[in-house]
């Protein structure tokens, strides 16, 4: 049976090859691919790699892709390994009718026309008709081979030409329509492109599936794709896919940018790994054919305005479906730049450095996100927190979400704590403090309904005292289930913190009577009758890590999580700030973890 060409590059396109292989030959990562001992001969050296599409041993010579693995390791036949992959993938193998089989040929037919319609285009590029095309190319800065390699060419100036000449192959008006190169009129066909170059659009196997022209001289649109065929769709499509795989399988970065001019002068710069979407914004298909090929795809779209919102609507997109070993890198280009003509003015070695210095994903998102956003007010920071937590809830593989939620809001608290200067206990100290006489703390009783209540109100009243402890602090104590009397006064105390020029326990007591809290606040405040001096650096850093082993005991699991999270922090970026606070979290977590066998002792 024959099956459409279409249908078999979907099959393969959701068959991820290293996993099925995976299920009969025990794989290891070796570079950008992975090898293992050959299933088809015995050999105690692997030579069986595995690439994004193919296998293929250097032992044996077997090669092949998904299908072909199963015909081979099963002894299965081709139709069985069909369906039965089809089955897993969740497609409808196509049923042997004719209309499958006459649109299998429609589909090979339009292909061939195509074909003869992209050598006449280059034909017309070197003949004198093509003269202003070929020099506006070489003027753009490139090669006569990568003008070759591209297939790009010249459409003529349209009235009939392409009918005329295809017309002498035999190919009619109906078929030249079909395959997006002409479109009906009221006096009959006319050409779709004229006084256009002309860019070939293949698939991922090189087939050309349509093309793409820009207009040279005044008009618009300035860029032209060719419409939706049988062949044709720019949802799918990625133009230089084709030549992308080859060189992504070679170690070139894939770097995915706006339009075919920036992809096709990458590749003349030395990175061939350059492909872009036809007119359209990223899809959930474009994506899923960029992680076939990298774990790790690179956006580089344009640095304006319409670019910088482009990158952030693919990222927002990409994170639904984000995974630990599915990521993604954004490279964002000063004003007025888009990769060609920032590599034409800086050079190759320039872009090179962007991409090797590519941050990651979770802090260009921060940035991003941040663009335009009111961080100032209350209201504003109160949103802009949202905006981030809901980006880090979106992606679902949770153990992910959870990490870049940490991340974004820990950057958003760094950020608060700066504004400030750092908390004033904490400059120039470069290690762990020595505990201080300064600090007795009163226990929380032992009653175990009253246990929960009280230590919230300690929490609360030392954060009243001592308000230059909440920038550090107000993350943890902001995800506190709290009584009512200390849940109005967090709410009241977080309003004047964004607000605040300086953090001044008096200041604060002032917005407390403003806001009439003020009796509430000195019932909370006399279950902490003892302050210690705020320029005590060991004395508040004792506060600070007793406070934290208080709240240990009422979020256990906040509170270790939080120590991995800062020991992670410490090992990558060495600083003070980093060790001071990874001191006082791991006391307070021992201090916590004594006081699950005693709840009394405490301290």
Same mark, same amino acid.
């Given at each position: 049976?024959?099956?459409?060409?279409?249908?078999?590059?979907?099959?393969?396109?959701?068959?991820?090859?290293?996993?099925?292989?995976?299920?009969?030959?025990?794989?290891?990562?070796?570079?950008?691919?992975?090898?293992?001992?050959?299933?088809?001969?015995?050999?105690?050296?692997?030579?069986?790699?595995?690439?994004?599409?193919?296998?293929?041993?250097?032992?044996?010579?077997?090669?092949?892709?998904?299908?072909?693995?199963?015909?081979?390791?099963?002894?299965?036949?081709?139709?069985?390994?069909?369906?039965?992959?089809?089955?897993?993938?969740?497609?409808?193998?196509?049923?042997?009718?004719?209309?499958?089989?006459?649109?299998?040929?429609?589909?090979?037919?339009?292909?061939?026309?195509?074909?003869?319609?992209?050598?006449?285009?280059?034909?017309?590029?070197?003949?004198?008709?093509?003269?202003?095309? !070929?020099?506006? +190319?070489?003027? *753009? /800065?490139?090669?006569? %081979?990568? &003008?070759?390699?591209? @297939? =790009?060419?010249?459409? $003529? #100036?349209?009235?009939?030409?392409? !009918?005329?000449? +295809?017309?002498? *192959? /035999?190919?009619?008006? %109906?078929? &030249?329509?079909?395959? @997006? =190169?002409?479109?009906? $009129? #009221?006096?009959?066909?006319?050409?779709?492109?004229?006084?256009?170059?002309?860019?070939?659009?293949?698939?991922?196997?090189?087939?050309?599936?349509?093309?793409?022209?820009?207009?040279?001289?005044?008009?618009?649109?300035?860029?032209?794709?060719?419409?939706?065929?049988?062949?044709?769709?720019?949802?799918?499509?990625?133009?230089?896919?084709?030549?992308?795989?080859?060189?992504?399988?070679?170690?070139?970065?894939?770097?995915?940018?706006?339009?075919?001019?920036?992809?096709?002068?990458?590749?003349?710069?030395?990175?061939?790994?350059?492909?872009?979407?036809?007119?359209?914004?990223?899809?959930?298909?474009?994506?899923?054919?960029?992680?076939?090929?990298?774990?790790?795809?690179?956006?580089?779209?344009?640095?304006?305005?319409?670019?910088?919102?482009?990158?952030?609507?693919?990222?927002?997109?990409?994170?639904?479906?984000?995974?630990?070993?599915?990521?993604?890198?954004?490279?964002?280009?000063?004003?007025?730049?888009?990769?060609?003509?920032?590599?034409?003015?800086?050079?190759?070695?320039?872009?090179?450095?962007?991409?090797?210095?590519?941050?990651?994903?979770?802090?260009?998102?921060?940035?991003?996100?941040?663009?335009?956003?009111?961080?100032?007010?209350?209201?504003?920071?109160?949103?802009?927190?949202?905006?981030?937590?809901?980006?880090?809830?979106?992606?679902?593989?949770?153990?992910?979400?959870?990490?870049?939620?940490?991340?974004?809001?820990?950057?958003?608290?760094?950020?608060?704590?700066?504004?400030?200067?750092?908390?004033?206990?904490?400059?120039?100290?470069?290690?762990?403090?020595?505990?201080?006489?300064?600090?007795?703390?009163?226990?929380?009783?032992?009653?175990?309904?009253?246990?929960?209540?009280?230590?919230?109100?300690?929490?609360?009243?030392?954060?009243?005292?001592?308000?230059?402890?909440?920038?550090?602090?107000?993350?943890?104590?902001?995800?506190?289930?709290?009584?009512?009397?200390?849940?109005?006064?967090?709410?009241?105390?977080?309003?004047?913190?964004?607000?605040?020029?300086?953090?001044?326990?008096?200041?604060?007591?002032?917005?407390?009577?403003?806001?009439?809290?003020?009796?509430?606040?000195?019932?909370?405040?006399?279950?902490?009758?003892?302050?210690?001096?705020?320029?005590?650096?060991?004395?508040?850093?004792?506060?600070?890590?007793?406070?934290?082993?208080?709240?240990?005991?009422?979020?256990?699991?906040?509170?270790?999580?939080?120590?991995?999270?800062?020991?992670?922090?410490?090992?990558?970026?060495?600083?003070?700030?980093?060790?001071?606070?990874?001191?006082?979290?791991?006391?307070?977590?021992?201090?916590?973890?004594?006081?699950?066998?005693?709840?009394?002792?405490?301290?």
């Amino acid at each position: 049976m024959s099956l459409p060409p279409n249908f078999l590059d979907e099959l393969r396109a959701r068959t991820p090859i290293a996993p099925l292989i995976a299920r009969k030959v025990r794989l290891e990562r070796s570079g950008r691919e992975q090898k293992g001992c050959c299933p088809f001969h015995n050999e105690k050296s692997p030579s069986f790699y595995v690439y994004d599409d193919h296998y293929h041993c250097f032992g044996c010579g077997a090669h092949g892709d998904a299908i072909s693995f199963v015909m081979q390791s099963d002894g299965a036949a081709f139709m069985e390994a069909v369906e039965r992959l089809a089955a897993e993938a969740g497609l409808e193998v196509p049923k042997p009718t004719l209309e499958a089989a006459e649109a299998a040929q429609r589909e090979a037919d339009l292909s061939d026309v195509l074909e003869a319609a992209g050598a006449i285009y280059r034909q017309n590029l070197h003949a004198p008709q093509g003269v202003a095309a !070929l020099s506006y +190319l070489r003027g *753009r /800065g490139l090669s006569d %081979a990568t &003008i070759a390699q591209f @297939g =790009l060419g010249w459409s $003529g #100036e349209g009235r009939g030409a392409m !009918l005329e000449t +295809l017309g002498r *192959r /035999g190919i009619g008006a %109906a078929q &030249i329509i079909e395959a @997006g =190169l002409m479109k009906a $009129g #009221e006096r009959g066909p006319v050409d779709y492109f004229f006084t256009r170059v002309m860019f070939p659009i293949r698939d991922r196997r090189g087939r050309v599936i349509s093309f793409g022209g820009r207009l040279l001289g005044d008009g618009q649109p300035k860029y032209l794709n060719g419409p939706e065929t049988a062949l044709f769709s720019k949802r799918q499509t990625l133009y230089a896919l084709d030549s992308a795989r080859t060189a992504v399988r070679g170690g070139a970065a894939l770097i995915v940018v706006e339009g075919y001019m920036d992809a096709i002068t990458l590749a003349e710069a030395g990175f061939a790994g350059a492909v872009a979407p036809l007119g359209t914004a990223l899809t959930e298909a474009h994506l899923a054919e960029l992680w076939r090929l990298s774990p790790r795809p690179i956006l580089c779209f344009d640095g304006d305005a319409p670019g910088r919102r482009a990158a952030l609507r693919s990222t927002e997109l990409a994170l639904k479906t984000l995974a630990p070993d599915r990521g993604l890198a954004v490279l964002r280009l000063p004003d007025r730049d888009d990769p060609d003509s920032f590599v034409r003015r800086e050079g190759a070695a320039a872009f090179a450095g962007l991409i090797k210095s590519a941050p990651n994903l979770v802090e260009t998102l921060f940035d991003m996100l941040a663009e335009g956003s009111d961080r100032v007010s209350p209201e504003g920071r109160a949103a802009f927190r949202k905006r981030l937590d809901a980006a880090a809830r979106s992606i679902e593989d949770r153990s992910l979400a959870a990490e870049y939620r940490t991340a974004l809001i820990d950057r958003l608290y760094a950020e608060r704590r700066r504004s400030f200067g750092g908390t004033a206990f904490g400059k120039g100290r470069t290690g762990p403090a020595k505990p201080s006489p300064h600090v007795t703390l009163p226990r929380p009783a032992i009653d175990t309904e009253t246990t929960t209540a009280r230590r919230a109100r300690l929490l609360t009243a030392i954060l009243l005292c001592h308000p230059a402890l909440l920038p550090d602090l107000e993350e943890a104590f902001g995800l506190l289930a709290l009584p009512d009397d200390c849940a109005r006064l967090r709410d009241a105390m977080a309003a004047w913190l964004h607000a605040a020029s300086a953090l001044d326990s008096g200041d604060l007591l002032n917005h407390l009577t403003k806001s009439g809290l003020r009796e509430l606040a000195k019932r909370v405040l006399a279950v902490f009758p003892q302050r210690v001096p705020d320029d005590d650096a060991a004395a508040m850093a004792e506060l600070e890590a007793s406070w934290y082993g208080i709240y240990g005991l009422m979020n256990l699991g906040w509170l270790r999580d939080q120590c991995a999270e800062q020991s992670r922090k410490w090992q990558q970026t060495p600083e003070p700030e980093v060790w001071n606070r990874l001191v006082s979290l791991t006391r307070a977590l021992k201090r916590a973890e004594r006081g699950e066998a005693d709840s009394d002792a405490v301290f």
